[in-house]
């Protein structure tokens, strides 16, 4: 559809013409003019949303017909969010990409009072500047604009999930890969968990989150993804496997991690393999630690090196690299080749880890008693000194 310019007519024309020339929709349009004569603003933005999803106003430039000839004489009377969001069924409908973000922009100025909506605006900037434009400057800037904003904002608004979506894609496409994976894992948690995606949708989207979470350098609380909902669309296919390494890689058991790669040729993890042996190794060590109690938390470089299976002489730069990530606190004797765990840093815990954790709350609230009978018991004697 080449560019056109619009001239505007009479509502009452135009609507009637649709009438007469939409027998399918004649119903609908005539139910329009009835809510419009009446003021009824309300309804008639309800009615509108209903309409704009019609298959047959699809085709060609309809919907921006409706947006010239009919909505802009009352855009001012609706709620700015549902007039972004009728908006963005009508963007769609420019093929000069550029003319949709003039438009957009000029949308702007009349919903900037509102925060949510000239979000949404951005937002649709943003979709057509990385799918249509492949402009990546210009939806960076967008998502770093909006970023704090949304963050900032009371809840879980209907612009988040679109925001995540548009900055999942983004750096999909541009990395790093951690930010693509929270911002994947936000936009499916926005999606009621996945449920409201298409299955091939979710099927596609937890199998990238997987990867994301497993290759990502900086992404070592694997926990929520875990317990996340999405996961379960990967059973019964043949990516069932990126479950099973999401498992293996969180708890680092490097048995099981070693088994899979066996069986699964992906050129993701192929490519990714040295750096993701590092990151197993790691996850292996606060396991260990973490296993232990806080009195027996002195590992020998003889023991890191068994379960992670790395070398001797590799040990103290395994436990370096994980003190500076802030992963762990501690020291290392170099001369007796030990190292001591004062701290692990929290993540996400599965059913097991959470058993394990009450266990050990068990056992210290039982110590923490003990002591306090054994001082009752020796006050006297220690009032008597």
């Excluded at 926005?190 to 949708?201: F, N, R, S, W």
Aim: proline share 3%.
């Amino acid at each position: 559809m080449a560019s056109v310019k619009y001239a505007v007519i009479d509502v009452h024309d135009f609507l009637y013409k649709k009438q007469t020339s939409d027998p399918e929709l004649a119903a609908e349009w005539e139910k329009l003019e009835e809510l419009y004569n009446k003021k009824l603003w309300h309804q008639l933005t309800l009615k509108l949303q209903e309409l704009v999803v019609k298959p047959s106003l699809q085709k060609d430039d309809n919907l921006i017909q409706l947006y010239n000839n009919f909505l802009t004489t009352f855009e001012n009377k609706i709620n700015p969010l549902s007039l972004v969001e009728i908006i963005a069924h009508v963007v769609k409908q420019y093929s000069n990409k550029k003319e949709a973000i003039a438009f957009l922009e000029k949308v702007e100025t009349k919903v900037k009072m509102n925060d949510e909506a000239l979000a949404l605006c951005k937002v649709l900037q943003g979709q057509i500047y990385l799918e249509d434009l492949n402009d990546y400057d210009a939806t960076e800037k967008i998502i770093e604009e909006l970023e704090n904003t949304l963050e900032d904002a009371d809840g879980v608004t209907p612009v988040h999930g679109r925001f995540y979506k548009l900055a999942s894609e983004y750096y999909r496409v541009r990395g790093p890969l951690a930010r693509y994976y929270r911002a994947a894992l936000r936009y499916v948690g926005c999606a009621d968990g996945g449920q409201a995606l298409d299955l091939p949708e979710r099927r596609a989207c937890a199998l990238r989150l997987a990867l994301a979470a497993v290759l990502a350098p900086s992404v070592y609380d694997l926990g929520e993804l875990l317990a996340h909902p999405i996961l379960e669309s990967l059973q019964g296919t043949p990516d069932a496997w990126a479950c099973e390494l999401v498992k293996a890689v969180a708890s680092g058991d490097i048995v099981a991690f070693e088994k899979i790669r066996s069986q699964v040729q992906n050129p993701d993890l192929q490519r990714a393999d040295n750096e993701l042996r590092k990151k197993i190794a790691i996850l292996c060590l606060m396991e260990m630690a973490f296993n232990r109690s806080s009195g027996q938390r002195r590992l020998t470089f003889a023991e890191i090196a068994a379960e992670a299976r790395v070398p001797h002489d590799e040990v103290e730069l395994l436990v370096m690299k994980a003190l500076a990530e802030k992963l762990l606190r501690g020291h290392i004797d170099q001369v007796n080749e030990t190292v001591t765990v004062s701290w692990v840093r929290a993540r996400a815990l599965g059913r097991a880890g959470a058993g394990q954790l009450a266990r050990r709350l068990t056992d210290w609230c039982a110590a923490a008693h003990a002591a306090a009978n054994l001082l009752q018991s020796r006050a006297p004697d220690l009032l008597t000194l």
